[in-house]
């Protein structure tokens, strides 16, 4: 197979370097994707779906081409190539590499790797996923994944994970609430059947027994959500009846969330929306 003279980007006009108008932004996309998340593999796949072409007549795209994109410094600038990546883009792209190929050793047998729980961000509210780098003492951070946050803590999982069967060792069946709190949202179901019921509330002509119908479904559903709530509390106040044990199965059987602050304390939402957090003793 015939290889290329230029980077992929550039094309030669007149004997001058210059840029490829469709490749460049095609070079563009692909490091938006990475840094966006996505694989090799998966780019690899949608560039030859899309039939985007590697040469003329050439599509053939793999890992090994997209790598080479990746780490090539001439997309900076260097002579006598124009620029298409800006230098903040290059080093993003790079750390993201070295990121990813850190990932490749780890074990994930480990308790860590066992927890079905996400992990949220005290700042935004989203989930957080777990990194590793070897270069550093503490080796294990947890990183935001909303790109408008990117909040970043540091902490060993054997600390996360101390911290959390640390909170729910004190907790006890007096501890779990019974009822549902005051600020729950409803559910949406409740939420459609009050819409249902403001409509009826405000048109010309009202059907007095279609609307006692509605709201008898509507309290109906509010029950059955409350019930459901009570259930939960009641399963988690057996659960705390019994001695801690310390292990993933536990925090998988009770909490549905796991917050992660930047004081490096921890909280946990439990499966009834209960919110029971350890300060910081310091």
């Given at each position: 197979?015939?290889?290329?003279?230029?980077?992929?980007?550039?094309?030669?006009?007149?004997?001058?370097?210059?840029?490829?108008?469709?490749?460049?932004?095609?070079?563009?996309?692909?490091?938006?994707?990475?840094?966006?998340?996505?694989?090799l593999l998966t780019i690899v796949t949608w560039l030859n779906e899309e039939q985007i072409e590697?040469?003329?007549?050439?599509?053939?795209?793999?890992?090994?081409?997209?790598?080479?994109?990746?780490?090539?410094?001439?997309?900076?600038?260097?002579?006598?190539?124009?620029?298409?990546?800006?230098?903040?883009?290059?080093?993003?792209?790079?750390?993201?590499?070295?990121?990813?190929?850190?990932?490749?050793?780890?074990?994930?047998?480990?308790?860590?790797?066992?927890?079905?729980?996400?992990?949220?961000?005290?700042?935004?509210?989203?989930?957080?996923?777990?990194?590793?780098?070897?270069?550093?003492?503490?080796?294990?951070?947890?990183?935001?994944?909303?790109?408008?946050?990117?909040?970043?803590?540091?902490?060993?999982?054997?600390?996360?994970?101390?911290?959390?069967?640390?909170?729910?060792?004190?907790?006890?069946?007096?501890?779990?609430?019974?009822?549902?709190?005051?600020?729950?949202?409803?559910?949406?179901?409740?939420?459609?059947?009050?819409?249902?019921?403001?409509?009826?509330?405000?048109?010309?002509?009202?059907?007095?027994?279609?609307?006692?119908?509605?709201?008898?479904?509507?309290?109906?559903?509010?029950?059955?959500?409350?019930?459901?709530?009570?259930?939960?509390?009641?399963?988690?106040?057996?659960?705390?009846?019994?001695?801690?044990?310390?292990?993933?199965?536990?925090?998988?059987?009770?909490?549905?969330?796991?917050?992660?602050?930047?004081?490096?304390?921890?909280?946990?939402?439990?499966?009834?929306?209960?919110?029971?957090?350890?300060?910081?003793?310091?």
């Open positions: 197979m015939k290889n290329r003279t230029l980077p992929y980007g550039y094309r030669c006009d007149n004997g001058i370097i210059v840029l490829h108008p469709q490749e460049s932004e095609i070079v563009k996309r692909i490091c938006k994707a990475y840094l966006d998340g996505q694989s590697y040469m003329p007549e050439v599509i053939g795209w793999n890992k090994a081409r997209l790598k080479r994109i990746i780490e090539d410094e001439r997309y900076l600038g260097k002579e006598p190539y124009p620029m298409i990546l800006d230098e903040e883009t290059h080093t993003a792209l790079q750390q993201t590499k070295h990121i990813r190929n850190t990932q490749k050793n780890t074990d994930r047998k480990t308790d860590i790797f066992q927890i079905a729980v996400p992990v949220k961000c005290p700042i935004c509210g989203r989930r957080m996923q777990r990194r590793h780098d070897s270069r550093y003492q503490c080796q294990q951070r947890w990183l935001c994944e909303n790109k408008e946050c990117r909040e970043l803590i540091k902490i060993a999982d054997s600390d996360l994970l101390g911290a959390i069967n640390g909170i729910l060792a004190g907790i006890t069946p007096e501890h779990i609430r019974l009822t549902a709190p005051t600020e729950t949202e409803p559910s949406i179901e409740v939420r459609r059947l009050n819409n249902e019921i403001a409509r009826m509330l405000e048109s010309a002509e009202i059907d007095k027994n279609v609307l006692r119908k509605k709201m008898m479904e509507c309290i109906s559903q509010k029950y059955k959500d409350l019930d459901t709530a009570i259930h939960t509390a009641r399963k988690l106040q057996s659960e705390f009846e019994r001695s801690a044990d310390d292990s993933t199965e536990r925090i998988n059987r009770t909490v549905s969330e796991v917050i992660l602050y930047t004081d490096l304390t921890v909280g946990i939402i439990l499966l009834n929306g209960q919110l029971i957090r350890k300060e910081n003793d310091t």
